[in-house]
Nanobody, 122 residues
């Protein structure tokens, strides 16, 4: 299973970006998809997550500005980021809990993508 993130870039404060992450490979279903981020010199933090039932969770710092969504048929998760601030500058990573079929049953596995850089600067 591979996760391919895209959509990062350089934007000015107040502008928007939309990140996408596509999961591909041997996937039976996806329980959970999320976006983390890691800013220079800081620990990685959870930004937003979404469950198979479309339950969402957001970091306090992005509530009201970011929206996570998913397209189950396309195994894709999106992060719409509005009103971006310089402190949102970070490498954004997608991750997912994927259910895979094995010879002895179905089991969940966690995967991470390679990251996409978001820079917010004037």
């Amino acid at each position: 299973v591979q996760l391919q993130a895209s959509g990062g870039g350089l934007v000015q404060p107040g502008m928007s970006l939309r990140l996408s992450c596509i999961a591909s490979g041997s996937i039976f279903s996806i329980n959970y998809m999320a976006w983390d981020r890691q800013a220079p010199g800081k620990q990685r933090e959870l930004v937003a997550s979404i469950t198979s039932g479309n339950g969402t969770n957001y970091a306090d710092s992005v509530k009201g500005r970011f929206t996570i969504s998913r397209d189950i048929a396309k195994n894709t998760v999106y992060l719409q980021m509005n009103s971006l601030k310089p402190e949102d500058t970070a490498v954004y990573y997608c991750n997912a809990e994927v259910v895979r079929r094995t010879g002895i049953g179905y089991f969940p596995y966690s995967y991470w993508g390679q990251g996409t850089l978001v820079t917010v600067s004037s």
